[in-house]
């Protein structure tokens, strides 16, 4: 969406991921999404008297490479505390860091060409998951609350944007690109349907050239989807009220995605002053430079570099194949695909298949050897695996491993002999004469029929190609 | 009671039985207690099978550790699972710890027996325990008098010989003005050499975990138990636990002791008195006497009482209800955790925390709690410098020997005072012991205190054991 006249939308984003450790930030908890309510806590990540917090390295280390993927400055930091009082937060404060953090500078190109200047990526630690029952579902007016505190003390790493982006849709490529690199450096699986990334949005309009206008900032917005819709709503709002004569308030709102609006949550103003302080329990965290070495040395090429490489690969791609050339680069699955173009795969079966079946089993990708991926493909290809029966075969190995070959022998996928085809064929034109007379006549729409009815018959063996050589044959 | 390294020779040579010493110790629990007020709870049960244990360990010949059924008080701000830990505050009324602290875990390993929970200030706020929601502490020794702060009802535990040995902790001077008031030795390590964990914070970058004792070896045997690398307090010293016991009789001879002016000016005679009679007693010793004068220790306690508070306005602001401890409910969240902290925290508490948010607000940190960690530096330097020209420091401990109920509790300034000169060793996270020496007109101990630099505790231990030979107890 673009604004009308002359108005010009100023967006910085604030990332939050959360690192995919084994274990919290500042204890021996799991790491781990989805399990009972307050099963993975202990006495330091509940935040119980007397418990001190111990500093995750491996989370350091995630950090570091965020930074480092990011042209950040790595730097002597040291950590905050942000005091506030909310159920969720067990200590009634966050650790943090503030004017020191660990990433500091940075910036990230975008495939359009844009750079947009990263200001900070700091380390801190997740609340809790507060729940309200009843009256507005908010936590003022609720009948009760449940909190689980089992993402309490989740590392988090925070990425600050500058001032730089100019449109809902820019937000989305840096947003999407910016989930591409924390994939690929390991720091997080991207998901942001359970919450392991999440956008807060500041959002000011202003004429062109003008200073910077009053900003918003728009909460907790957790998919690529709601991020262009509030981004938009918002700006169209401010330049409402400005052009009412009105002035923008600044303060946080809420995005409501069933309205499609945004509403106050706070008035900047009554703005919390969160006492930041240097907590005394940890000590500073000064990462030398071999360590630093270490980290860059260890990172895998980021989605820029990947997506220039397949993009050359494919030789100008056709504009249908870009959105799984997006997956695949976001997923990191771009070895899979170039290792099938080497082998002479069409670049649109080569993309489709890593975009649509691997992507829908990432977890189990260890599972599928780039070998068997080629192999699978090869197979199709040829003729000797239909469609369904490749994906089948994809979805057998990403399942529970196991060799191409064999588990399409297993299964029966083996091609129909021409001879047993053809008897399938004369049954069918046998049993359908008019639809046979009508092909026979010139009608080509009747060969997916007769190609429906055979797979039917064979259960998906035959491949179409083949019974449609078999009914010119026939003709 | 005997001593702590009397009772365990005595129960590792089977002389006597750990379960023995610790009915001795119960029975002088149940005989004082209730006028005294020392304990706020008494495990009998769990120290009685923590005893058998130990003696069936003897029976069995094996090695027992180096406290070997020596019973031992904790300052009720000390986690111990299952055990009801207050820090003499409503608001952590029925909670009991689903852990026990480092300090604790390692006094059970040396064979020592937890017997029990002491009295404090409420989360160790005070100076004479005199803020505690469960009421004052008595000095044993005169109980018209407090027996100091805030580790009050460790200090009365040792000194009513109920136990040969308690723990305290210590964050502007709560383990050693109380060692003094009561006539023990008290001793604040060097901050990272006990690790805090499991210790309810107050100010956690002063707070520091330490013994009492009556004599100075039970001390260093203590010590040496509690101190060395702890991995779960991030500000816990990467190194094992110093020898100490081995250096108590090395004497001060060549060493310099530095006469610190600030720390011995304005407090009562009898007490400045005892300093120089200190002084006279460690250069006979072999020891050289530099006078120094230090003028930044004088701007410690109001740096102390910045820092202090604004830790503490965090550190207690978990205390919301939510989780444990008292409730208090109200119409809404908000109004829940305004309801039980109102309704949970006395009065010194309040006080500390609104000072501290105060200090830490957005227009006033620069000026309060910016300057404060100035000042903070400032002693840190001074007690570098002084320590070039000295090993270690003496001073006096407290202002006065053992104040009565009620004549400092309407002034909370009058209270603070009381720690004029223990606070600056909190501010450097440097070793200090307080160690009674002579007994002043009331007929109450007086103490003098010893300091020194980062990790110099056998150093100190030395020079306490020179003083305690000349007072009378070799």
């Given amino acids: 969406m673009t604004l009308r006249d002359d108005w010009e939308m100023v967006v910085g984003l604030e990332v939050h991921t959360e690192l995919k450790t084994n274990t919290k930030m500042f204890c021996g908890c799991a790491n781990a999404f989805g399990a009972a309510p307050n099963t993975n806590v202990c006495p330091v990540c509940l935040g119980l008297p007397g418990s001190l917090p111990v500093l995750n390295v491996r989370a350091v280390e995630l950090a570091m490479a965020i930074g480092t993927a990011l042209h950040s400055t790595i730097s002597p930091s040291t950590f905050h505390r942000k005091n506030y009082f909310y159920p969720d937060m067990p200590k009634d404060f966050q650790i943090s860091q503030y004017d020191l953090p660990i990433n500091a500078g940075g910036y990230l190109d975008l495939p359009d060409g844009s750079r947009v200047s990263i200001e900070r990526a700091h380390l801190e630690e997740d609340t809790g998951k507060s729940t309200h029952l009843g009256g507005s579902g908010r936590i003022h007016g609720a009948d009760r609350s449940l909190v689980d505190y089992n993402r309490s003390g989740v590392p988090l790493v925070e990425i600050v944007s500058g001032p730089d982006i100019r449109s809902s849709a820019q937000a989305r490529t840096y947003a999407a690109e910016l989930r591409g690199i924390l994939i690929a450096t390991g720091a997080s699986d991207g998901r942001m349907e359970e919450g392991s990334m999440r956008i807060d949005a500041n959002v000011s309009v202003r004429h062109s050239g003008d200073a910077l206008g009053t900003r918003c900032e728009i909460k907790n917005l957790n998919s690529l989807r709601s991020l262009v819709r509030a981004i938009d709503f918002e700006a169209a709002r401010q330049v409402e009220l400005l052009e009412g004569g009105a002035t923008v308030r600044q303060e946080t709102r809420h995005w409501d995605e069933n309205l499609g609006a945004t509403s106050t949550m706070r008035v900047k103003e009554e703005a919390d002053d969160y006492r930041y302080f240097r907590e005394p329990d940890l000590v500073d965290l000064v990462p030398d430079q071999a360590w630093q070495d270490r980290v860059r040395d260890a990172l895998k090429p980021m989605p820029a570099e990947r997506r220039a490489v397949l993009t050359q690969r494919l030789q100008d791609p056709a504009p249908a194949l870009l959105d799984a050339l997006e997956v695949v680069i976001d997923l990191g699955l771009d070895p899979y695909v170039i290792a099938a173009l080497d082998a002479a795969v069409a670049p649109d079966l080569a993309l489709a298949r890593a975009a649509n079946e691997i992507a829908s089993d990432l977890e189990h990708v260890e599972n599928l050897s780039i070998e068997s991926y080629v192999a699978t493909l090869n197979m199709e290809q040829s003729g000797a695996l239909s469609a369904t029966q490749a994906k089948t075969v994809l979805g057998e190995i990403l399942a529970n491993g196991g060799e191409p070959a064999l588990i399409a022998q297993s299964k029966g996928f083996e091609r129909l002999a021409s001879g047993a085809l053809g008897e399938v064929v004369a049954q069918l034109i046998e049993e359908n004469p008019d639809e046979w007379s009508r092909y026979s006549a010139g009608d080509e729409k009747l060969a997916q029929f007769f190609i429906g009815q055979v797979m039917k018959l064979t259960k998906g063996q035959a491949n179409g190609k083949d019974v449609i050589a078999e009914l010119q044959a026939r003709r | ?474």
């Fill in chain 2, 1 to 474: 009671m005997k001593s702590v390294r009397q009772t365990a020779l005595d129960v590792q040579h089977g002389d006597a039985s750990a379960l023995s010493v610790l009915e001795e110790s119960l029975a002088r629990i149940r005989a004082r207690n209730e006028e005294l007020n020392v304990f706020l709870y008494v495990d009998e049960e769990g120290a009685r099978a923590a005893a058998n244990a130990i003696d069936e360990r003897v029976a069995r010949g094996e090695n027992v550790g180096a406290l070997a059924g020596v019973p031992v008080a904790l300052k009720d701000n000390l986690c111990q699972t299952n055990i009801p830990t207050t820090c003499s505050s409503k608001i952590l009324e029925g909670w009991r710890p689903p852990y026990s602290a480092t300090v604790v875990d390692r006094l059970v390993v040396a064979g020592a027996v937890p017997v029990g929970k002491t009295n404090l200030d409420e989360f160790a706020m005070g100076s004479s325990t005199e803020n505690s929601a469960f009421g004052p502490t008595r000095n044993p020794l005169d109980t018209s008098r407090v027996p100091g702060g805030s580790s009050g009802g460790s200090a009365a535990a040792v000194a009513a010989d109920m136990t040969p040995l308690a723990l305290g902790s210590d964050t502007g001077g709560s383990i050693r003005q109380p060692a003094a008031l009561c006539g023990l030795i008290g001793v604040k390590p060097s901050y990272g050499l006990v690790s805090r964990y499991g210790l309810i914070a107050f100010a956690s970058s002063l707070d520091q975990i330490g013994p009492l004792t009556k004599t100075v070896t039970d001390a260093a045997m203590a010590l040496e138990v509690i101190a060395g690398h702890d991995p779960l307090d991030s500000t816990s010293l990467p190194e094992p636990s110093p020898s100490l016991v081995a250096h108590v009789e090395d004497g001060v001879a060549g060493k310099r002791v530095g006469v610190v002016r600030e720390l011995i000016d304005g407090a009562d005679e009898e007490v400045v008195a005892a300093v120089e009679r200190a002084v006279e007693v460690l250069k006979e010793a072999g020891a050289t006497i530099v006078e120094l004068s230090v003028p930044e220790f004088r701007l410690g306690l109001s740096a102390y009482y910045l820092i202090a508070p604004a830790e503490a306005s965090s550190n207690l602001a978990r205390f919301d209800g939510v989780r444990y401890g008292l409730r208090v409910d109200a119409e809404d969240v908000t109004a829940m955790m305004e309801a039980t902290r109102t309704a949970g925290f006395g009065d010194e508490v309040k006080r500390r925390i609104m000072l501290g948010t105060y200090a830490l607000s957005a227009g006033y940190y620069d000026a309060y709690y910016g300057q404060a960690l100035k000042v903070r530096t400032l002693t840190i330097d001074a007690f570098r410098r002084a320590y070039q020209e000295a090993d270690v420091l003496l001073g006096a401990t407290t202002p006065s020997v053992a104040f009565e109920f009620g004549s400092k509790t309407a002034d909370p300034m009058a209270m603070y005072l009381s720690d004029v000169f223990t606070i600056p060793s909190n501010l450097s996270g440097e070793p200090a012991i307080s160690i009674p020496f002579g007994i002043g007109e009331a007929g109450l101990p007086i103490g003098v205190q010893l300091l020194g630099p980062g990790r110099s505790e056998a150093q100190l231990f030395a020079g306490a054991r020179v003083l305690e030979i000349a007072d009378g107890r070799p």
